[in-house]
């Protein structure tokens, strides 16, 4: 059994050394291949078992080693944003979730993203462009709570801390969901 | 109804899943539980839906992919046949309605930028209304996860 502390580096190295004696360019492509086919075989989840990785590998039919090494590869260049498990957030009782816009001087967006970001309940923190004169709202960030107060409180918390850095600020309350697919790569066979 | 070990594996799985041959086994030990144990509790929280997904998750921009919010002001009065217009492209991913003048909200996906111009482009011809896109400029980092 590897140990789960192995620096990934060293893998990555004892790797490129065996595809070294083939021209660069073609082991870009193969790699770029191979990572695809693992994006596949993983992009509906890992099996719940006690060796996943294993599973996945011989249905690749790759070695699990080479999984694990482009796994690690694909979280250190942010293609993988970490592995691990979704909850439904509703089940968990945050059943409210407002999308709060806020028309912040672009000097301070971002100082206003980084300090939005680190507060509870905030789960995703972009900007945006905006489309003046019917919509001028260039930082988003999701709300989350138990109820519609709560978020309601929270938001009023951000404009506070924001204060005259936001000119303006709305919250849009999902009222439906109309499809939730999640983002598929389409199998090209 | 959740356990304080179920709400463990959340609040922990959120975070990170190690990568190496036997990762439910190293949880184990930070978990205080037992590999056949976790596994267990995941299946079951999987099933009874609860958790919605167990493995990597892809950003898809970075991908080498394309992804966008996109807003669209839809007259109340279309918005079951406008809904049904959208959700039939593969590329919509989510679609929400909003209490707003824009009141849909998707998010489109595709594999590269072209792809993405062509739907926007489709998805305000077929709907006959104008497709704001709001692609992110910046991701600010977000610290915390929904906490069980």
Redesign the interface.
Known sequence: MSACTSKPEDRVTEMSQTVKHNPLKKDERQLAELDRRIVLATQSGLPVVAEPYRIIAEQLGINTQLLMDRLETMKADHRIRRIGVVPNHYKLGYTANGMSVWDVDDTFIDEAGEQLGQLDMVTHCYQRPRFPPEWTYNLFAMVHGHDRDEVLQKVSQIADLLGSKARKHDILFSTRILKKTGLRLKDKG | MMDALDRN??NT??????????????LAETLHST?DEL?AR??T??DS????????????V??G?A?S?C?MKVPEERFDEV?AQ??AF?E?????????E?N???VL?T?TQQELENTLAAVADHTGIPV???????????????K?
């Open positions: 594996i959340i799985l959120q975070h990170d899943f190690p990568v190496c041959d036997r990762p439910f086994a190293v590999e596994i995941v299946q929280m999987l839906g609860l958790l919605t997904r167990f493995g990597p998750m892809y950003n898809a970075n991908m992919g992804l919010l807003a809904t959208v959700n593969a919509v991913a989510h679609n929400y309605q909003r209490d707003h824009m849909m909200w998707f996906a594999e704001y896109n709001m692609p992110k400029q910046k991701e600010f980092f977000v610290g915390l996860h929904f069980a």
